[in-house]
């Protein structure tokens, strides 16, 4: 079985590298990573580009459709309010989440956003492996912006 948590941190560790919050994510289909992302909100001065939404773009670039059905995401840190309307809107089926967000995590740390009963699709999601790895990364890196 494919360690699709392990590839997510490795983009995680790209944007570390490019003194980005490290957070990394892949977009798997029908057992394959159809994209990547990693946040890159400061080098391109872009609130919207989280690791999330850049995978997003990309798997719709992908398989030429915003709708991306029975893919699952697996991102290192718990989604925002932001990357969670786009996981919404997208139709994606299933999110895996490393680290919990008790700041603004809104898939079970603050909020549960996509359990909504008004919300027409709801993926599934879960927390993974990894996520003391993931949140010693994100420590790490805060502490060395001190």
């Given at each position: 079985m494919n360690d699709y948590m392990r590839e997510a941190l490795k983009e995680a560790y790209k944007a570390y590298k490019?003194?980005?919050v490290p957070v990394g994510a892949v977009i798997v289909w029908n057992d394959k990573i159809i994209s990547r992302g990693h946040n890159m909100t400061e080098s391109l001065q872009d609130a919207t580009?989280?690791?999330e939404m850049i995978a997003i773009k990309k798997a719709s670039r992908y398989l030429k459709s915003w709708r991306l059905e029975d893919s699952t995401l697996y991102v290192t840190l718990e989604p925002c309010v932001m990357c969670a309307g786009a996981i919404y809107l997208s139709r994606i089926k299933k999110v895996i989440y490393a680290a919990k967000d008790p700041k603004s995590g809104v898939l079970t740390s603050r909020e549960n956003l996509l359990d909504k009963?008004?919300?027409n699709h709801k993926p599934e999601y879960e927390q993974?492996?990894?996520?003391?790895?993931?949140g010693q990364l994100?420590?790490?890196f805060f502490k060395k912006l001190r």
């Open positions: 490019k003194d980005e580009l989280h690791a009963d008004w919300l993974g492996k990894y996520s003391q790895f993931s994100l420590k790490r």
